[in-house]
């Protein structure tokens, strides 16, 4: 059973940095896709950012793309999310999801369906 657990969320003003943690278990590491996904109020999941386990292939939304940067931890057990030069527009839930890689190949890393395994979310919060 894929367990995922996300941390780091919190407050911070424009322009700040904050980095999320998703602590991953009970999965084949090399057969998996992971990403980062946010929802606002009101608004649909969209993807942020994915990786294929055990690559630097990486894949990010036009939105976030030279200010957050998705990475794996050296044991291969953690992703993270840096995100840098914050938005107010960034405000949302955060979620892990960790999928089949067969089933999120190229830009599906940055689509929700092709996604089994989800976190609980983290909040994040961007003030102007």
């Known amino acids: 059973q894929v367990q995922l657990v996300e941390s780091g969320g919190g407050s911070v003003q424009a322009g700040g940095s904050l980095r999320l943690s998703c602590a991953a278990s009970?999965?084949?590491?090399?057969?998996?896709?992971m990403g980062w996904f946010r929802q606002a109020p009101g608004k649909e999941r969209e993807g942020v950012a994915g990786?294929?386990?055990?690559?630097?292939?990486?894949y990010y939304a036009d939105s976030v793309k030279g200010r957050f940067t998705i990475s794996q931890a050296n044991a291969k057990t953690t992703l993270y999310l840096e995100m840098n030069n914050l938005e107010p527009q960034d405000t949302a839930m955060y979620y892990c999801a960790a999928g089949v890689r067969s089933s999120c190949l190229g830009r599906a890393l940055l689509v929700p369906m092709a996604y089994n395994y989800w976190g609980q979310g983290t909040q994040v919060t961007v003030s102007s």
């Open positions: 990786i294929y386990t055990g690559s630097n292939i990486t």
């Open positions: 009970g999965y084949t590491y090399s057969s998996y896709c």
